[in-house]
């Protein structure tokens, strides 16, 4: 997809989404010229807030490479909403379904046509404390072995100071004007995987490499250094549970 093909239902989302995003926020972007200009290829975000998927697109939109996200195949049953996320191509994921298959499928699709494919590869907003990227899942990887396509890393921090994360009350705080970075860097080198059989544990060395670029470059938006470890939202769920069972039984 060139810069200038954008379409028409990407334009009209533009026209409803950036006028408030214009008003409301300042932006701090950084590293457009990391964005591919022709040929498919992944980018890999992190995500701290439900705010944080408009700012990553705004940033995009503004490079004329348009991303294709993979979205919750319920979003896509949502009248206004579905409308949209069908119109610009967006890909449904059907979780834990026999049609699971078909986000894998239409991503490396969208990814041979020259197209981009957006992930979170965390999966969900991020769970650790202090909002670092967690441990990452393995899809966007698993997708890039299989292309071979660049695997662009893009940092954002602020969203989260106007929608906080996992909010349990109204706490959007828009004023007064936060600022929404986002950072693209150079593409992942994942070349030492390319001749490798894409095992399990191939696929986590990837991930982690993936994860890795991230970390740096959003330490670099906040000048402070990321824990040794990434937080494993399962890991900690476990040692949550049997702390609780510890506990039950004194």
């Not at 959003?218 to 549970?241: C, F, I, M, N, W």
Request: with cysteine; charged share 25%.
């Amino acid at each position: 997809m060139s810069r200038r093909r954008i379409g028409f239902w990407y334009r009209l989302a533009a026209v409803i989404a950036k006028p408030p995003l214009l008003v409301l926020f300042k932006r701090d972007w950084r590293g457009m010229e990391h964005i591919p200009a022709d040929g498919g290829f992944i980018t890999a975000v992190n995500h701290n807030s439900y705010l944080d998927p408009l700012s990553y697109a705004h940033f995009q939109y503004n490079t004329g490479r348009v991303p294709r996200f993979l979205a919750k195949a319920g979003l896509f049953k949502t009248p206004f909403v579905g409308m949209m996320l069908r119109g610009t191509r967006q890909i449904p994921v059907y979780r834990e379904t026999t049609d699971a298959l078909d986000a894998y499928r239409s991503a490396v699709a969208a990814i041979e046509r020259g197209e981009c494919v957006a992930f979170y590869p965390e999966g969900t907003i991020t769970r650790d404390p202090e909002l670092w990227p967690m441990a990452g899942k393995t899809g966007a990887a698993r997708i890039a072995l299989q292309t071979k396509a660049p695997v662009i890393p893009v940092a954002q921090w602020g969203a989260h100071l106007a929608m906080p994360p996992y909010a349990t009350a109204n706490r959007v705080r828009l004023f007064p004007r936060k600022t929404l970075i986002v950072q693209a860097g150079p593409a992942v080198d994942l070349s030492r995987f390319y001749d490798r059989e894409p095992t399990p544990e191939v696929l986590r060395e990837a991930t982690e490499a993936i994860m890795a670029e991230i970390t740096a470059l959003l330490e670099d938006v906040r000048g402070e250094k990321a824990p040794s470890e990434p937080y494993d939202h399962r890991t900690a769920r476990e040692e949550q549970r049997r702390k609780a069972a510890g506990e039950g039984t004194q």
